[in-house]
């Protein structure tokens, strides 16, 4: 089990940070070059991610071998900032030894926190409970509970979550229920927790709600943006000077404009829509700007619109 002082030690670092979700840079087959997904890696610290979290379902951990999350774990942590590891699929559940043996060998392999996904039952408090209690037995790294919009928690399950041992942080991913993201915040909050959101289209509002950092698939490309929007925010709250909140609001509106273009439907075409933002950057190669889990009805002609769009928003946070 991870002790307090470790605990408190990641919530400090992570606290007013922007951790970006990598995609996972694959060929059209599906294999992946941990090479280039380390540079790739590299590249988002360098525009900005104070940490990764490698495997999560923009990284589409629950498509990618054991084997090979474990070596962008170790790839991302010689990096040299923090490293959450995405726990749990949409069909996990309370018991799921797999998940736990894969928490294990993240925690292994250098995670320093777990993200994990709603078991199956998000209705049985028991049943979240003891799927939290697993993987933390297994692992013995923190944990980060994740209120996913497609697999919401009920408000009275997430406040008993919320008090396990093993939570130091809160992710709230509502996509467009303003009022459970508040209502998540506000229970977190209350209780000590840190909030990391994962609103991309409410990312300055939920800042506003009172998350500190952001944990986002927006930046797995574009991070420029994403960061400026949690650390105009910061400054705001820091200084209280207005010029420090004039320009968080002008940030704002610029990682609205990003977030209109990438996160929209088909919302899970996102992901191949960041890897055409981190080709277009350099990032990766275009080889590697695949996903081969994209919607069918994803069409290859919005690309030219989001480059678009996204160089402006690089170019007007830069300003």
Known sequence: MANSRDMTHLTEQLRWSLVAAPATPMRPDGTVDPAVCAAYFTHLVHTGAKALAIGAHTGRGEHLPTEVKAELVRRAAAVGVPVIAGVGHPGVGAHDQK???????????????????????????????????????AAGVPLIAFDLYSRPYPHEVLTVLLEHPGVVAFKPARLYDAIACQAGIAAARSRGRLVLTGEDRMLGPSLMWGAEGALLGIAAAAVQVSAAAVETFAAAVHTSA???????????????????????PPYDGYVQRMLWIAADEGAIPEEFATDPYRPGELADDERAEVLRVVRQCRDQVRQ
């Open 99 to 137: 998940e736990a043996e894969w928490a294990r060998t993240a925690a292994e392999a250098g995670a320093d926190a777990l993200l994990v996904f709603p078991p199956a039952d998000t209705g049985d408090a028991a049943a979240v409970l003891a799927h939290h209690d697993l993987l933390y037995s």
């Open 242 to 264: 207005r010029d420090a909140a004039a320009r968080f609001l002008e940030v704002s509106a610029v990682v609205d404009e990003l977030a209109r273009v990438t996160f929209r």
